[in-house]
């Protein structure tokens, strides 16, 4: 019992991310080339003029360009774990882009964090974890002013996962399941949170050029082709799967009838830091 006391709680994740926000506040050069392929993305959907945008794990907002956004859309709300790091992202902007930007937090867009502390004492079954999922993805909605006519996810579900490893430990028995209902349940919050016909972007990191060598890609490679072999290899961040993801999207009960035109988006490479490259892939979708 000692040592589930002394484990890292709700709060103690919060903490670590702040952390890792205020060291990586000042690197919005370093994220130039994900942010063009994610506003490149973004750009695709095709929102209407004067909408409003959901963006779930905004953190700093290195990721994006935020006054081309409230160029677009009449209202963005940055959704995020850590309180100061969304102000410190709407300080930096100018008055006029300011009163377009509202931010949430703390909100944990996996919903599972309080849980899993309960889970670390008592082993929870695959049942008891799927039962949760629904109030997790009620108290997310219920958190957030919807609908949104675009929900877009930034490289948060690995955040995600961090949390609940750091909680339940990389050795527990429920920690495949819980990454997954985690998954479920972000899915989930992102098409109740979209307007009927509202579109949604999910982006995530598959791998760092820690375990693969991306940074000795080719010009011109084929990322698809290296997502393949990743997966065949299960050379991949826990709970990232591609092909597990598109199974909850297409297959989960309440998905399967709430995301429509489920659509894979084309790789790239994120050099975060100068010492470590990340591949990048996602899914657009539509709420029916």
Not at 103 to 127: I, K, M, N, Q, Y
């Amino acid at each position: 019992m000692g040592k589930e006391a002394n484990a890292p709680g709700f709060d103690a994740v919060i903490r670590k991310q702040a952390l890792v926000n205020v060291r990586t506040e000042g690197n919005a050069g370093r994220y130039a080339e994900h942010r063009r392929h994610l506003m490149g993305a973004l750009a695709a959907l095709g929102p209407r003029a004067g909408g409003r945008l959901c963006l779930i794990g905004a953190g700093n907002c290195n990721d994006v360009d935020l006054p081309v956004l409230a160029a677009r859309f009449a209202e963005i709300h940055l959704v995020d774990l850590d309180r100061s790091a969304v102000a410190r992202a709407i300080n930096r902007q100018p008055g006029e882009i300011r009163s377009r930007l509202f931010a949430h937090a703390p909100v944990d867009a996996g919903g599972l964090l309080r849980a899993a502390e309960s889970w670390r004492a008592r082993l929870p079954t695959l049942a008891a974890i799927e039962a949760v999922i629904p109030a997790a993805v009620a108290s997310i909605a219920d958190d957030l002013p919807g609908p949104f006519d675009v929900v877009g996810s930034c490289c948060v579900l690995t955040q995600i996962g961090h949390g609940l490893t750091s909680i339940l430990g990389a050795e527990h028995g429920t920690l495949a399941d819980a990454h997954g209902a985690a998954a479920t349940v972000h899915f989930r919050a992102m098409a109740a949170l979209l307007a009927p016909g509202g579109q949604a972007l999910f982006v995530t990191d598959l791998v760092s050029s820690d375990t693969y060598p991306l940074e000795e890609l080719a010009a011109g490679r084929d990322l698809k082709a290296v997502v393949a072999d990743l997966v065949r290899d299960a050379n991949l961040f826990r709970g990232v799967n591609p092909i597990g993801l598109a199974r909850i999207l297409r297959r989960d009960s309440v998905l399967s009838r709430q995301a429509a035109d489920v659509r894979a988006i084309e790789p790239w490479l994120w050099r975060a830091v100068p010492e470590r490259t990340f591949l990048v892939n996602g899914f657009t979708f539509r709420r029916a």
